[in-house]
């Protein structure tokens, strides 16, 4: 069942025609009330009544991160600051962050995407929700209890950390839904088994996590520790926050909240559009939003888009899911490697957890890439031989599959820190 018939099932055609005019009206609205998107638009030549089919998009100008860093803070905002009723920031660490102003009306259709994304995880009123997703200037937190509240759940803010706390909460409130990043959830599912409560044992039925890469091995990894289901949300501050996509019940893709948002994917060295069915760079338009549409958002974010008939009934097209960022891709000796290509090499071994830090550092004048994975308890008390047994094994593995050498550590149980929200695979500690 989903949570707008109308809109999520509504048949491809009359969707596409929708999008068409609502393109229409954003392209306008920026066109007059903001004074970078009047200058590219008029670089271009290109006006609202120039785009007569979807595929016309492609005349419109790309935005990119630098554009918003450039704006910072609100030179990108189409209405005064008396109609904002709300900002977020990026939980970007580096630089002035990204800033996300909403107007009332932004808000409300963010709460009603995020009511569907719960709606499809199998969310009703009657769920006690834990969101476990910091709360603050991050979109996590305050997203998903808004389309929770919406959706007429009891809602727990416990927000991130103090995980001993969560654990014990979830079991006393007979918490049934679980929203937070995959990695700490298995930071939690950690933490309860320490304490000798297992999850399993808990009345918790179904997480929705995002907000960060992961593979399918995690997401088995995760079902099976907790003994749950676990649906994908994706999304990001620049178009809003969470809740643009979301997994069904089929659990093989995100379908994106296409009346909100239009999708392309391009080539991100060409830019030219790449067709349903292949890899590109996923490349976003907000065409609904009023205080900080975005035309044509380079996300980086590397998926597939496919339109196929969903046993589910919405009609709103697939993005496979999202395993890496193109910036998140490491070169290692002329190599391009993906740290979800590492972790799904790493879940095919039984003697490790799948915790781990890739680190990239400079040998002589070569690359090396370090990884420290925890290996189970078993093998560690098995002794050193067995230790550095594992560790050639890994090794071995990822040479084989990838070709390239990498060194291995093998840290015991717990040995690497873990996450409390979006978690830090890989440190380059190659001079820049
Ligand atoms: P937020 O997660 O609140 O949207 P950011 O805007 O800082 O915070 O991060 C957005 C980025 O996070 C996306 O561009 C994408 O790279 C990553 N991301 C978010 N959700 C997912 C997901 N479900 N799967 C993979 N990556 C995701
Ligand atoms: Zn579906």
């Avoid at 120039?50 to 803070?73: C, G, H, M, Q, W």
């Avoid at 002329?334 to 990239?360: A, H, K, R, T, W």
Wanted: with cysteine; hydrophobic share 40%.
């Amino acid at each position: 069942m989903a949570w707008n018939d109308r809109f999520e099932c509504m048949p491809v055609e009359e969707l596409q025609r929708f999008q068409l005019a609502k393109l229409k009206e954003t392209v306008s609205w920026l066109y007059e009330k903001v004074p970078f998107y009047h200058r590219k638009l008029d670089e271009l030549g290109v006006k609202a009544d120039d785009l007569k089919s979807l595929e016309d998009i492609a005349k419109l100008p790309f935005t990119v991160k630098n554009d918003l860093r450039d704006n910072y803070p609100f030179g990108l905002c189409a209405v005064p600051m008396n109609e904002v009723v709300r900002i977020h920031c990026s939980s970007g660490t580096t630089g002035k962050p990204i800033t996300g102003p909403y107007t009332a009306e932004d808000l409300e259709q963010w709460t009603e995407c995020v009511a569907r994304v719960l709606s499809a995880a199998s969310v009703r009123k009657e769920d006690i929700v834990q969101i476990s997703y910091g709360y603050g200037l991050f979109t996590g937190g305050l997203g998903l209890h808004q389309g929770a509240g919406r959706v007429g759940c009891t809602v727990v803010p416990t927000s991130s950390g103090m995980t001993e706390r969560q654990v014990m909460l979830m079991k006393d409130f007979g918490v049934t839904a679980l929203c937070c990043t995959p990695s700490y959830a298995l930071t939690i599912a950690e933490m309860a088994e320490e304490m000798k409560m297992p999850i399993r044992d808990m009345p918790l039925r179904v997480g929705i996590l995002g907000a960060e890469p992961w593979t399918a091995a995690m997401r088995d990894e995760i079902e099976q520790k907790m003994g749950i289901k676990a649906r994908d949300i994706y999304g990001l501050t620049e178009l809003g926050g969470p809740g643009m996509a979301f997994e069904c019940d089929e659990g093989n893709g995100l379908h994106i909240n296409e009346d909100h948002f239009l999708v392309e994917t391009v080539d991100p060295v060409t830019l030219e559009p790449v067709p349903l069915g292949q890899r590109g760079e996923m490349v976003l338009t907000a065409i609904q939003r009023r205080a900080m549409p975005l035309l044509r958002y380079r996300t980086k974010d590397i998926t597939t888009l496919r339109r196929e008939p969903c046993s589910c009934g919405r009609s709103f097209v697939k993005m496979d899911r999202i395993t890496g960022r193109s910036d998140d891709m490491l070169i290692i000796n002329g190599v391009n490697v993906f740290p979800s290509q590492i972790e799904s090499l790493l879940s095919d071994i039984e003697e490790i957890e799948l915790q781990y830090l890739l680190v990239v550092r400079k040998k002589k004048h070569l690359d090396e890439l370090y990884i420290r994975v925890e290996g189970k308890k078993e093998v560690f008390d098995a002794g050193p031989g067995k230790v550095t047994e594992v560790e050639r094994k890994i090794a071995g593995h990822i040479k084989g599959l990838m070709g390239i050498g990498v060194g291995m550590e093998l840290v015991p149980p717990k040995g690497l820190k873990r996450s409390e929200g979006k978690a830090v695979r890989v440190v380059d500690e190659r001079p820049k």
